[in-house]
């Protein structure tokens, strides 16, 4: 069964510091990658995609990496702010047959922000 | 609104009762995702429409599960007699083409609790 499985399953620290958080999976065919921030009682909000020849995006404070030869990926967040507190969703796709693709999304990452 | 809605935003039922949740995708998006997010996980996917057609229905976990979207905009995810284990965050997503690499918008979900 394809899984993708996140860690640390929580994290806390202080506002201004900056942290990683982890992705390892083992869909295949690989797909895309994708990273979201899911606010409490939100859905999910995209942050990055990236195909299988892309090893590293940019969205603002946020850079995601790929290494598709070991299955893992990573979200760095820097200089943190009170509202980067979320969970943080891991999710990679399936090589569709044709047309509709399977999302296997991990457990998240619970970041807290503390001033 | 220029975003993905979903209705109620919460509902009680009671085991045995049918229940009816309800996604406006964004206007003109192509596709359209339906996943079950239990309580501390990650979402899990339900079902997937291209415009009308339901292209893909292999996450419903029992013939109890019914989606539909008969004009291709609006769907609706039907439960009939439900159970306590269906208690979870039902999300809507949808996409502006074909989903392969295309970023899912989220509603904000249904919170359905069955007592």
């Known amino acids: 069964k394809n899984q993708v499985e996140q860690s640390p399953q929580s994290l806390i620290i202080l506002e201004g510091k900056n942290c990683t958080l982890q992705c390892n999976y083992t869909v295949s065919p690989f797909s895309n990658l994708r990273w979201y921030k899911q606010d409490t009682g939100r859905g999910p909000v995209s942050l990055t995609i990236m195909t299988f020849s892309e090893n590293t995006k940019s969205n603002g404070r946020y850079t995601a990496t790929l290494d598709a030869d070991t299955k893992q990926s990573s979200l760095h967040i820097t200089a943190s702010q009170l509202s980067d507190s979320a969970s943080y969703i891991c999710v990679v796709s399936e090589a569709p047959n044709f047309g509709n693709e399977k999302l296997t999304f991990g457990t998240g990452t619970r970041l807290t922000i503390i001033p | 609104g220029a975003g993905v809605s979903q209705s109620p935003r919460y509902k009680v039922a009671k085991r045995g009762q049918d229940v009816a949740l309800r996604c406006d995708p964004i206007?003109?998006?192509?596709?359209l995702f339906w996943y079950q997010q239990a309580l501390g996980q990650g979402p899990e996917f339900l079902t997937y429409f291209q415009n009308e057609a339901q292209l893909d229905k292999s996450g419903l976990p029992s013939d109890r599960f019914f989606a539909e979207r008969p004009e291709g905009s609006v769907s609706t995810l039907k439960i009939q007699r439900t159970q306590q284990e269906d208690s979870a965050v039902y999300l809507c997503a949808s996409t502006q083409r074909e989903a392969r690499t295309d970023t899912q918008y989220f509603g904000p979900g249904t919170r359905l609790t069955v007592l």
């Open positions: 206007s003109g998006h192509v596709s």
